[in-house]
């Protein structure tokens, strides 16, 4: 149990397009959902936390406008790249939590690697 | 301030030989800590995880973690490793639910 998954896995896109990947919790339902960008051979940064129906909490630094995030049901959330450009290349993962506690696991999603051209 | 460190980026051990990878945490508040190892190509998976319960958690693959406070620590062991157990590990830190903060991570290679 507790398997989150993401789509699309991999995508490509060119510069100046926007690009959306979808979280989804497949066996529960998801309180709380996180989303991470990592680079190569370094470590997971939190970009935000989502809730059901709220606005998401972003970290600083994290430009709003520029990472959309919509959690619009219990078991979705999505994370639209606008206007992407090459920085914005990066590897992205989703977890996501039945609960908001900090002692709540963190179910991970296998990762979505953006590359924009 | 809060932060996790993990003082070893690379650990390399024998097959069958023990398996220490170091964490530290720094936190005003009462920590949940979560090890979590990611093998190439495949999603974090969760090691085990200290909820303010026994100090000394058992997690999967036989790995366990010892939480000391007075050491703001919380090293994960293996009395034997496996050329499986080759991947990378990351010490995780929170504070509340939406408080997360990962540790750099150790990579660890076991040599047959």
């Known amino acids: 149990g507790a398997v989150v998954s993401q789509h699309p896995s991999w995508v490509i896109c060119k510069s100046g397009t926007s690009v959306k990947i979808e979280c989804r919790s497949l066996?529960?339902?998801?309180?709380?959902m996180f989303w991470y960008r990592q680079f190569p051979k370094q470590s997971l940064m939190l970009m935000a936390t989502s809730n059901e129906g709220s606005k998401a909490t972003y970290e600083q630094g994290v430009e709003k406008d520029k990472f959309l995030i919509n959690h619009a049901s219990l078991t979705l959330s999505t994370l639209t790249v606008t206007s992407a450009h090459p920085e914005d290349s990066s590897f992205y993962i989703c977890s996501a939590s039945r609960e908001l506690a900090s002692t709540d696991t963190q179910y991970f999603g296998p990762g979505t690697r953006l590359t924009v051209l | 301030a809060q932060s996790v460190t993990q003082l070893d980026s690379h650990v390399s051990v024998s097959e069958g030989t023990p398996v220490l990878l170091r964490c530290n945490y720094s936190?005003?508040?009462?920590?949940?800590l979560f090890w979590y190892v990611q093998h190439p190509n495949k999603g974090l998976q969760l090691l085990l995880k200290y909820t303010s319960a026994a100090t000394l958690v058992k997690g999967i693959n036989g790995f366990e973690a010892e939480f000391k406070k007075s050491e703001t620590s919380f090293h994960l062991t293996k009395p034997s490793a496996h050329m499986s157990d080759a991947a990378e590990y990351f010490c995780v830190l929170k504070t509340s639910y939406d408080k997360v903060i990962f540790g750099p991570g150790t990579s660890l290679s076991v040599i047959p």
């Open positions: 066996d529960f339902q998801a309180t709380t």
């Open positions: 936190s005003s508040y009462s920590p949940s």
